[in-house]
């Protein structure tokens, strides 16, 4: 068998572990080449396997146990199917889906899962095929890692560390080290190794096993079965994570205007582009489309949105000196203006005066075929516009939201940013 090693750091010692990964050996049985024996079975006829060389299980020998102390208790896979539990139990497992390799859930503890997502195209050799890995807390997005690092959907810079979690490149792998729970290392390609923290004995679940020293109840995949909360399933029974919680086969979850639904252990979602919202409040405090915050204090009158492409609309800020010494910046108008024509305009003033075409007074409600005007409540003014935008003006409060629907992706400028889903160009100006 072929052999290859890795050295990393033991979180709570200086210890140099060294991690070993096995590649199979494979025979193909039979006439009809439609069964292979591994770990050196010998096909003996037909769909037949001896499993007697590494005294190996399982009708294609595809478990062998792997006892011992120099094991350490870690959990690997590699090359796609291959995998080992923190007991020692070796098996292969021709899953081309997402898997939970650890999974833990329990009340008073935080929750967190490590999955593994396999090449659903893998028809090639399984070492070649894309893999990656995505680690979910409760409460916190993904964090995905395959060639790099992301979280939130956005790469990150290495080393990098969120909430408990420190990650780093080491050696030529992704090193991540959490504070009380485990070790994990990833090549970047396949091969990824496990190991927990002695307080999760027995505590874990996954196709890493239950990390409880008795090999006999780690999984069983001979037929095409998942161990999960100790019972075998068939995959497409399985349930799905959700930021560190679980949900059964059929599940639906709602994330704004889309959702999602649990089918054999992956999420199948909706992909519409939902409304965002821009906010202003106290004293100049932003948060753009995107959702980055900031804080931008100035007496001058600034574009808070426009279109970007075809000039449809304006959105302009009034800011003007407040507090107690006049050292803080406050709105003092908010003015929407359609196609540059004064005509179409109107303007929300701090005295609670509302214009249209900059210069006429008028009484609330107010409607025309370009705005409605009205107090939604003892707070809040509204305008609502035909072509997907609405403000909402608090001028006691000092706050104000901008809320555009989805046809202004991709196209607005302004403080407001650019409502691309990327915060990194949100300042992006003329």
């Not at 650890?102 to 090449?119: G, L, M, T």
């Not at 659903?120 to 395959?146: A, N, T, V, W």
Request: hydrophobic share 30%; with cysteine; glycine share 8%.
């Amino acid at each position: 068998m072929q052999e290859s090693g890795m050295a990393i750091y033991n979180p709570s010692s200086t210890t140099v572990s060294l991690f070993r990964n096995r590649r199979p050996h494979s025979l193909k049985c039979g006439p009809s080449n439609s069964l292979t024996c591994f770990n050196g079975g010998e096909c003996v006829y037909r769909e037949l396997c001896n499993c007697s060389r590494f005294n190996a299980t399982g009708p294609r020998c595809q478990t062998v146990y792997n006892t011992g102390a120099e094991r350490d208790h870690i959990c690997r896979t590699w090359g796609q199917y291959n995998f080992e539990t923190f007991d020692g139990l070796y098996y292969y497992f021709s899953g081309k889906s997402t898997y939970v390799l650890v999974r833990h859930a329990e009340v008073d503890e935080q929750s967190f899962s490590i999955q593994v997502n396999n090449d659903p195209e893998c028809h090639s050799s399984p070492y070649s095929c894309k893999r990656s890995i995505s680690l979910f807390f409760s409460g916190d997005e993904q964090i995905k890692m395959s060639s790099g690092v992301t979280y939130k959907g956005f790469g990150v810079q290495l080393p990098y560390i969120i909430g408990n979690l420190h990650i780093q490149k080491l050696a030529g792998y992704f090193l991540v080290r959490h504070q009380y729970a485990f070790t994990l290392a990833w090549d970047g390609i396949s091969a990824v190794y496990i190991k927990m923290a002695p307080e999760y004995l027995g505590k874990t679940h996954g196709l890493c096993g239950n990390n409880n020293a008795i090999l006999q109840d780690d999984l069983e995949t001979s037929y095409g079965l998942i161990y999960e909360n100790e019972l075998c399933v068939k995959p497409m029974d399985c349930p799905c994570d959700y930021h560190g919680s679980f949900f059964e086969m059929g599940s639906v979850v709602y994330e704004e205007c889309n959702n999602c639904t649990c089918i054999g252990g992956k999420w199948s979602c909706t992909n519409l582009t939902c409304p965002a919202e821009c906010s202003v409040s106290g004293d100049t405090h932003f948060m753009t489309f995107d959702g980055r915050k900031y804080t931008f204090q100035a007496t001058c009158q600034y574009i808070l949105a426009k279109s970007r492409t075809s000039g449809a609309f304006t959105i302009s800020l009034q800011n003007a000196p407040c507090g107690q010494n006049q050292d803080g910046s406050c709105i003092q108008s908010v003015s929407l203006i359609l196609k540059q024509d004064p005509k179409r305009q109107v303007t929300l003033t701090h005295s609670g005066d509302v214009l249209i075409y900059d210069q006429y007074k008028i009484n609330l409600p107010y409607a025309d075929e370009l705005f409605e005007i009205r107090k939604l409540s003892s707070v809040f003014l509204q305008v609502k516009t035909h072509i997907g935008l609405q403000i909402l003006y608090d001028r006691e409060g000092l706050r104000l939201y901008l809320q555009v629907d989805e046809r202004w992706k991709d196209d607005t400028m302004g403080l407001c940013g650019t409502f691309n889903g990327n915060t990194e160009d949100d300042f992006l100006y003329e």
